[in-house]
């Protein structure tokens, strides 16, 4: 609960809404200027309008960024693999073109040759 005096102080009191007015009274006519200000700026505010395009067009610009971050996505995972294909290509290519000692073909097989002892069981 708040405890206000009995006799209120000069200035205070309720203003033209029913709210609490505090602090020094104004001129005589500003209860007056602010009513038409009021006025006034609800009336400005009343006569802007929207652009009865504006979602239409922000709409279409968000689109317009999502193809286009897409597309460069797209863009970029292909010259990634494209890069990773030649770089690949690129290294089969660097093997020796002699034939190495596994393909060879000459010789003992290795399953002719001296194995391990099997394990008895």
Do not use: C
Not at 15 to 27: L, M, T
Not at 46 to 72: H, I, K
């Amino acid at each position: 609960m708040k405890h206000q005096d009995a006799t209120p102080s000069r200035g205070s009191g309720q203003d033209g809404a029913g709210r609490e007015r505090s602090g020094p009274p104004g001129p005589p006519d500003a209860e007056r200027t602010e009513r038409e200000l009021a006025d006034a700026l609800h009336a400005l505010a009343g006569g802007v309008l929207p652009d009865p395009d504006a979602y239409r067009t922000a709409r279409g610009e968000w689109l317009r960024r999502e193809r286009r971050r897409r597309l460069v996505l797209t863009v970029l995972v292909a010259v990634v693999f494209a890069l990773a294909t030649v770089i690949g290509l690129w290294v089969l290519n660097q093997a020796p073109a002699e034939p190495g000692v596994i393909f060879s073909g000459e010789g003992v097989a290795a399953a002719d040759g001296p194995s391990l002892p099997r394990p008895p069981g």
